[in-house]
């Protein structure tokens, strides 16, 4: 998908444990921690979580995600 050097827009369902996801609603960066999957009709419904009480996002398997992307290290 989208690719600006720093930061790719991918799939909910690409997003692993690890990663580290931006939440458009709260305009803020989060690392997932753990991922919960509703499975239904059309594309599912994809939840990540942090550590934090108010740390979860949820997407439609249709919508875009913003996830950083790492440098390899050296």
């Given at each position: 998908?989208?690719?600006?050097?720093t930061?790719?827009?991918i799939?909910?369902?690409?997003?692993?444990?690890?990663?580290?996801?931006?939440?458009?609603?709260?305009?803020?960066?989060?690392?997932?921690?753990?991922?919960?999957?509703?499975?239904?009709?059309?594309?599912?419904?994809?939840?990540?979580?942090?550590?934090?009480?108010?740390?979860?996002?949820?997407f439609?398997?249709?919508?875009?995600?913003t996830r950083?992307?790492?440098?390899?290290?050296?």
């Amino acid at each position: 998908m989208t690719n600006d050097g720093t930061v790719e827009v991918i799939r909910p369902d690409e997003i692993k444990e690890g990663d580290v996801i931006r939440d458009p609603a709260a305009d803020r960066w989060f690392t997932v921690n753990e991922i919960q999957v509703l499975s239904g009709e059309g594309s599912g419904v994809f939840s990540f979580y942090d550590h934090g009480p108010d740390d979860a996002v949820t997407f439609a398997g249709d919508e875009a995600v913003t996830r950083r992307k790492w440098s390899p290290r050296v």
